[in-house]
């Protein structure tokens, strides 16, 4: 079974950075792609940023492209947000999702909040 731990959420200040981690338990970290996908109160969930697991091809939303570098660690089963320029629309809670390249099953972590205050 796979389980996703976010972490690396908090309070900054507009124009701030911050860094997500996911952390990957379980078998077969290389065989997923990664995305964080972020939801404010009252709107849907939306996905700002992915990366694949064959080739670490990375894919962003153009709210946040230019600001947002997602990575991962193959060696430590890691994958990362890296966040500059915050401004207070990215104020949300940040999901890490793995999705299984060969069957699409679908893991979702429980979730770090991120506040940018202006």
């Known amino acids: 079974q796979v389980q996703l731990v976010e972490s690396g959420g908090g309070l900054v200040q507009t124009g701030g950075s911050l860094r997500l981690s996911c952390e990957f338990s379980?078998?077969?970290?290389?065989?997923?792609?990664i995305g964080w996908s972020r939801q404010a109160p009252g709107k849907e969930r939306e996905l700002v940023a992915n990366i694949d697991s064959v080739v670490g091809s990375t894919s962003y939303a153009d709210s946040v492209k230019g600001r947002f570098t997602i990575s991962r660690e193959n060696a430590k089963n890691m994958v990362y947000l890296q966040m500059n320029s915050l401004k207070a629309e990215d104020t949300a809670v940040y999901y890490c999702?793995?999705?299984?390249?060969?069957?699409?099953?679908?893991?979702w972590g429980q979730g770090t909040q991120v506040t940018v205050s202006s």
């Open positions: 379980g078998f077969g970290f290389k065989l997923y792609n």
């Open positions: 999702k793995a999705v299984n390249q060969f069957n699409d099953d679908t893991f």
